[in-house]
């Protein structure tokens, strides 16, 4: 079983929509958690931290569900510039490493 | 503030040969990482620095050396090149270890 689990996808979306990809990770021990985001060709680059209680900004929102092993992005209201690469990143502290999901593509179309 | 930077951009090589990826950040940070990333596959840690003069193995540190001789750079070295090495390369910092890190714009190697 992968450290890190993703949906590949694509997810095809139309703007305007609502979109969610989970993540699940398998170290039970694992601390820290992270969405970061990567467009094509590029470097990745932070989107926001998972917190116990859940956070939001602005269209994004993280949630982290710790007896179930996962995390969630959800984005609302899909704009163009959303299209991107999402990895799910997971902070091994026993492990002293990061471990990266191969991320979920989505695209948005208009 | 340029960040994280990385020299070169992309770089064709021969099978056997060498070279040196650079890394450079204008952060401060004490912690520095290299990572690899193949298609379908996450980021690979190759090696990485909790501070000057101080390097560590990552997941994947075969045929890779590094050295930390200065706080803000961070060198990658390939001592002489393999086609399973054809990957994009990104070099990152953070401020405390394994959290937040800050990337640079990765170098494309090819090796024939």
């Known amino acids: 079983r992968k450290e890190v689990e993703q949906d590949p996808g694509p997810f095809n979306v139309p703007e305007g929509a609502t979109v969610a990809f989970n993540c699940t990770y398998s170290n039970s021990a694992s601390q820290s958690f992270f969405w970061y985001r990567q467009d094509c060709r590029k470097e990745p680059k932070l989107l926001m931290s998972v917190y116990s209680s859940g956070n939001e900004d602005g269209r994004f929102t993280a949630q982290l569900n710790r007896a179930s092993q996962y995390i969630s992005l959800l984005i609302r209201d899909s704009k163009l510039s959303d299209s991107a690469t999402y990895l799910c990143?997971?902070?091994?502290?026993?492990?002293?490493?990061?471990?990266f999901g191969a991320g979920t593509i989505l695209r948005v179309k208009s | 503030n340029a960040g994280v930077t990385q020299t070169p951009k992309f770089r064709v090589l021969k099978t056997g040969q060498s070279m040196t990826l650079l890394c450079a950040q204008d952060?401060?940070?004490?912690?520095m990482y290299w990572y690899r990333q193949d298609p379908g596959m996450g980021l690979r840690l190759i090696h990485y620095s909790v501070g000057e003069g101080t390097t560590a193995k990552g997941e994947v540190p075969d045929g890779y050396n590094v050295s930390r001789l200065k706080k803000q750079n961070f060198l990658l070295g390939l001592e002489s090149a393999a086609p399973s090495q054809t990957s994009v390369y990104f070099c990152a910092s953070s401020y405390r270890p394994w959290e937040t890190q800050y990337f640079g714009p990765g170098t494309r190697l090819l090796v024939l």
């Open positions: 990143v997971v902070n091994e502290r026993d492990g002293n490493k990061l471990v």
């Open positions: 952060m401060n940070h004490e912690y």
